[in-house]
């Protein structure tokens, strides 16, 4: 039976069945459906025509140019650097030769004295005469040597190493922060530690209570001082003068990261300050107070602070400024308002402090604790949300690009190096490793074929990306060519005595990646037929059957044990004692305080004694306890104190 054309209000008999919409039409509205995807397919193609005409207005001298200006200050960061050592050489040979004349003129002086003293005397022996000759000599060589082969000066060619600058191409929204990966390092603080944190590309400065920190690019702690000054509100880094700058309540600090020291900087203003930024020319200060203001200092040619001035009005007298940062381009501020308990991100020039554009930031106001905001990729802004405990992503433009909920309380947040972000969090400073995900569609339209018969086949034009390697970041197991994604594509779980590590490769269930030399997995307390077995660092054998447990690292005298995974080192013993801790029964020990077994007998001289079980008239093997004059025999049938 014929079938109607689907179309309301058409009586027209269907003719095809049109696989875009999956309905039986007739063949008008069949051409219609099709002329349809044709004028899609020309606005495509005029937006194709769009981008290629924009691609060609692009003035490339003028971009690479403005990609030139951070190589260009590397550079002179660089010059500056070997400036800065060769002047510190030439005043160490300077200060060599100045010493070697001072020792010459000094031997002159005590000899022309003592000659002096025999003129005077009118008397002198052959003896002396030869021996000032020979003084005289010994002078004329060592002034002759300062001139000519005094100094020896040993230099190596400087060695460039090529990974010291990497270039590469990123897009703007190539980067994602809802993946950002997870946290792969905690430096644990203190209690009384202090949030604030900043970086060059160097070292990161930390307060771990009661120190300053330097973690150095291993993202290990390289130094330490005490810091002995107020509440730290506020740190930054000047490439200029080459120092931290600390803000506590009233002074401002600079710490040199060569040798640590702090040194209070006494030409500023006492005023209460709270953040603080750096550009090249410029320090930037805000007061900690509501109608904040912006203090404005000039780095001067001798690497010291001069000529400062308040800005003209920034905030009125009902708001708060709570953070100030940079990013050598533009001026980031973070102003709360106590009327309206708004909050909002302004961004302006460096120069001139004048506005460039700002965004009100939907948070929960709060007059406590201020926010906290950082440079981010392609000139980008991050800002910590430590009330609803999230990170926020804003673009260079003022619009808010992806909110991420973090796994704790977000306090400050910095870059470190080319590929870190470090977020000063409630239970510690956390390390991220970020990259941009470099991915680009190129999409070439040569010749577009239309057939239309009354049978029409439409196929879809399927677009196939390859599956992401290990270690790429990842949303679905689908996206991984191993099928596994954890925020990045790591390997298939990983069996008994597979190599693994904490990031990619990991341990299937029931068993965890061991700390071991070869990191492998392995489960602490499984039975191991032989040492080998083990990735642990002990390996237990059994009494009577075959095999032996797997254990942690061995424990070592007067350490606490047990049967189970604190095993004792070989040779020790773990004690029968309430608390078990590793010493084998009959070993020497000075005071009964090193003996972790309840016994202990003096020597009978009187020079330390002996560790042993129990005290007991039958002994054991020379384990048990026997008094001063007795020791542990084996007679007859068992071992007693005779």
């Given at each position: 039976?014929?079938?109607?054309?689907?179309?309301?209000?058409?009586?027209?008999?269907?003719?095809?069945l049109?696989?875009?919409?999956?309905?039986?039409?007739?063949?008008?509205?069949l051409?219609?459906?099709?002329?349809?995807?044709?004028?899609?397919?020309?606005?495509?193609?005029d937006?194709?025509n769009?981008?290629?005409?924009?691609?060609?207005?692009?003035?490339?001298?003028?971009?690479?140019?403005?990609?030139?200006?951070k190589?260009?200050?590397?550079r002179?960061?660089?010059?500056?650097?070997?400036?800065e050592?060769?002047?510190?050489?030439c005043q160490?040979l300077?200060?060599?030769?100045?010493?070697?004349l001072?020792e010459q003129?000094?031997?002159?002086?005590?000899?022309?004295?003592?000659m002096?003293?025999?003129?005077h005397?009118?008397?002198v022996?052959?003896?002396?005469?030869?021996?000032?000759?020979?003084?005289i000599?010994?002078?004329?060589?060592?002034?002759?040597?300062?001139e000519?082969?005094?100094?020896?000066i040993?230099?190596r060619p400087?060695?460039?190493?090529?990974?010291?600058?990497?270039?590469?191409g990123?897009?703007?929204?190539?980067?994602?922060?809802?993946?950002?990966?997870?946290?792969?390092?905690?430096?644990?603080?203190p209690?009384?530690?202090?949030?604030?944190?900043?970086?060059?590309?160097?070292?990161?400065?930390?307060?771990?209570?009661?120190n300053?920190?330097?973690?150095?690019?291993n993202?290990?702690?390289?130094?330490?001082?005490?810091?002995?000054?107020?509440?730290?509100?506020d740190?930054?880094?000047?490439?200029?003068i080459?120092?931290f700058?600390?803000l506590?309540?009233?002074?401002?600090f600079?710490?040199d990261?060569?040798?640590?020291?702090?040194?209070?900087?006494?030409?500023?203003?006492k005023?209460?300050?709270?953040?603080?930024?750096?550009?090249?020319?410029f320090?930037?200060?805000?007061?900690?107070?509501?109608?904040s203001?912006?203090t404005?200092?000039?780095f001067?040619?001798?690497?010291?602070?001069d000529?400062?001035?308040?800005?003209?009005?920034?905030?009125?007298k009902?708001?708060?400024i709570?953070?100030?940062?940079?990013?050598?381009?533009?001026?980031?501020?973070?102003?709360?308002?106590?009327?309206?308990?708004?909050?909002?991100?302004?961004?302006?020039s460096?120069?001139?402090?004048?506005?460039?554009?700002?965004?009100?930031?939907?948070l929960p106001w709060?007059?406590?604790?201020?926010?906290h905001?950082?440079?981010?990729?392609?000139?980008?802004?991050?800002?910590a949300?430590?009330?609803?405990g999230?990170?926020?992503?804003?673009?260079?433009?003022?619009?808010i690009?992806?909110?991420?909920?973090?796994?704790?309380?977000p306090y400050?947040?910095?870059?470190?190096g080319?590929?870190?972000?470090?977020?000063?969090a409630?239970?510690?400073i956390h390390?991220?490793?970020?990259?941009?995900?470099?991915?680009?569609?190129?999409?070439?339209?040569t010749t577009?074929?239309?057939?239309?018969?009354?049978?029409?086949?439409?196929?879809?034009?399927?677009?196939t990306?390859g599956?992401?390697?290990?270690?790429?970041?990842?949303?679905?197991?689908?996206?991984?060519?191993?099928g596994?994604?954890?925020?990045?594509?790591?390997s298939?779980?990983?069996?008994?005595?597979?190599?693994?590590?904490?990031?990619i490769?990991?341990?299937?269930?029931g068993?965890?990646?061991?700390q071991a030399?070869?990191?492998?997995?392995?489960?602490?307390?499984?039975t191991?037929?032989?040492?080998s077995?083990c990735?642990?660092?002990?390996?237990?054998?059994y009494?009577?059957?075959?095999?032996?447990?797997?254990?942690?690292?061995c424990?070592?005298?007067?350490?606490?044990?047990?049967?189970?995974?604190?095993i004792c080192?070989?040779?020790?013993?773990?004690g029968?004692?309430?608390?078990?801790?590793?010493?084998?029964?009959?070993?020497?020990?000075?005071?009964?305080a090193?003996?972790?077994?309840?016994?202990?007998?003096?020597?009978s001289?009187?020079?330390?004694?002996?560790?042993c079980?129990?005290?007991a008239?039958?002994?054991?093997?020379?384990?048990?306890?026997?008094?001063?004059?007795?020791?542990c025999?084996?007679?007859?049938?068992?071992?007693?104190?005779?």
């Amino acid at each position: 039976m014929s079938q109607t054309c689907a179309i309301t209000s058409c009586n027209r008999l269907a003719r095809a069945l049109c696989h875009c919409c999956q309905k039986n039409v007739c063949i008008i509205h069949l051409n219609e459906h099709n002329d349809l995807l044709i004028s899609q397919l020309y606005r495509l193609i005029d937006n194709v025509n769009i981008l290629d005409n924009h691609l060609q207005t692009i003035n490339i001298q003028k971009t690479v140019n403005d990609y030139r200006e951070k190589l260009e200050q590397w550079r002179l960061e660089s010059h500056k650097k070997i400036d800065e050592f060769f002047k510190e050489k030439c005043q160490e040979l300077d200060q060599l030769v100045v010493d070697k004349l001072d020792e010459q003129r000094e031997e002159i002086y005590q000899l022309q004295s003592k000659m002096t003293d025999f003129v005077h005397e009118q008397q002198v022996t052959h003896q002396e005469i030869y021996e000032f000759k020979l003084i005289i000599d010994h002078l004329e060589q060592e002034i002759n040597n300062i001139e000519q082969k005094y100094v020896q000066i040993f230099t190596r060619p400087l060695i460039l190493d090529h990974s010291l600058i990497s270039i590469k191409g990123n897009n703007e929204e190539e980067y994602n922060l809802s993946i950002l990966s997870p946290v792969y390092k905690i430096i644990n603080r203190p209690d009384g530690s202090y949030g604030a944190l900043a970086s060059n590309n160097r070292h990161l400065l930390i307060h771990q209570a009661p120190n300053l920190c330097l973690v150095d690019e291993n993202l290990e702690i390289a130094k330490r001082i005490l810091w002995s000054h107020g509440r730290i509100y506020d740190i930054c880094w000047s490439s200029t003068i080459d120092r931290f700058i600390i803000l506590d309540e009233k002074y401002l600090f600079l710490v040199d990261e060569k040798t640590m020291l702090i040194e209070k900087v006494q030409t500023i203003e006492k005023r209460k300050w709270l953040s603080c930024t750096c550009s090249n020319e410029f320090l930037f200060l805000s007061t900690n107070e509501w109608g904040s203001s912006i203090t404005k200092i000039v780095f001067t040619s001798e690497k010291k602070l001069d000529k400062q001035w308040q800005s003209p009005m920034i905030c009125k007298k009902d708001e708060y400024i709570d953070i100030i940062t940079s990013n050598k381009r533009k001026l980031a501020i973070i102003i709360r308002n106590n009327t309206n308990k708004t909050i909002r991100l302004e961004l302006r020039s460096l120069e001139t402090l004048d506005c460039i554009w700002l965004l009100l930031l939907n948070l929960p106001w709060n007059a406590n604790r201020p926010f906290h905001c950082c440079p981010f990729v392609n000139e980008d802004w991050l800002v910590a949300d430590y009330e609803t405990g999230c990170l926020l992503h804003i673009t260079k433009t003022g619009k808010i690009k992806s909110i991420l909920p973090y796994n704790t309380v977000p306090y400050c947040v910095t870059m470190f190096g080319s590929n870190i972000l470090v977020v000063s969090a409630k239970d510690g400073i956390h390390f991220h490793n970020y990259h941009l995900n470099m991915m680009k569609f190129i999409v070439i339209i040569t010749t577009i074929l239309l057939s239309v018969t009354i049978n029409y086949t439409i196929q879809d034009l399927i677009i196939t990306v390859g599956c992401k390697a290990t270690g790429s970041f990842c949303i679905s197991p689908t996206q991984c060519c191993s099928g596994v994604c954890r925020g990045i594509c790591i390997s298939p779980c990983q069996p008994v005595n597979a190599p693994c590590n904490k990031s990619i490769n990991n341990c299937c269930d029931g068993l965890t990646c061991n700390q071991a030399t070869e990191r492998c997995c392995r489960l602490v307390g499984k039975t191991a037929l032989t040492p080998s077995e083990c990735c642990s660092h002990q390996w237990k054998p059994y009494n009577i059957v075959r095999g032996g447990k797997c254990t942690h690292k061995c424990r070592r005298i007067n350490e606490t044990c047990d049967e189970q995974t604190n095993i004792c080192c070989t040779g020790l013993q773990c004690g029968s004692s309430p608390t078990k801790c590793c010493r084998p029964a009959g070993q020497r020990a000075l005071y009964q305080a090193e003996c972790c077994s309840k016994y202990w007998i003096p020597d009978s001289v009187g020079n330390g004694g002996k560790c042993c079980s129990q005290h007991a008239e039958p002994c054991s093997d020379n384990t048990d306890c026997c008094s001063p004059l007795e020791h542990c025999k084996n007679t007859t049938w068992s071992y007693l104190c005779v």
